[in-house]
């Protein structure tokens, strides 16, 4: 079955089992759909776009996963364990609701209290130290 989708797309819908598109892309359900641009580029296999199937459902992996944290991070994220993605993305949040990146500078954050007892003591920090000044207080 096929159909048009906004913006020049073709959508295909393949309903055989273990069927290949284009170069051996692997349709393992039905109902998976695959999208391919108006003018398919057959030389490079036509597949440019999406393929969906069904969401799968795993653990947290990496820094993604949550873990626990000292008691001075505790003070600002509010929680006995985060994960490094969501703890940096409070920090910004904290630094975006005080506004404390310089003026002249928005790269480097003036630190206010909280954030000096985060990041060992530091008056100003880049955005780019931030990712490792916290490591220590992921346990």
């Known amino acids: 079955m096929a159909g048009a989708l906004g913006g020049g797309m073709k959508v295909v819908v393949l ?9 051996g892309f692997p349709v393992n359900n039905p109902s998976t759909v695959v999208c391919f641009p108006s003018e398919i580029n057959r030389k490079f296999g036509g597949v440019a776009a999406c393929a969906t199937s069904p969401p799968t459902t795993r653990k947290p992996r990496g820094i993604m996963k949550p873990r626990p944290i000292s008691p001075v991070l505790q003070e600002l994220v509010g929680a006995p364990e985060i994960s490094r ?6 920090i910004w949040a904290h630094i975006k609701a005080n506004n404390l990146q310089d ?6 954050i003036v630190c206010d209290e ?7 003591g530091k008056e100003r920090v880049g955005f780019l130290e931030i ?9």
């Not at 309903?15 to 170069?23: I, L, Q, R, T």
């Open 15 to 23: 309903g055989a089992k273990n069927s290949s598109v284009f170069g």
């Open 85 to 90: 993605t969501q703890a940096l993305k409070v």
């Open 103 to 108: 003026p002249n500078d928005k790269k480097v």
């Open 114 to 120: 909280l954030l000096k007892k985060i990041f060992a």
């Open 131 to 139: 990712s490792g000044l916290i490591t220590p207080h992921l346990l």
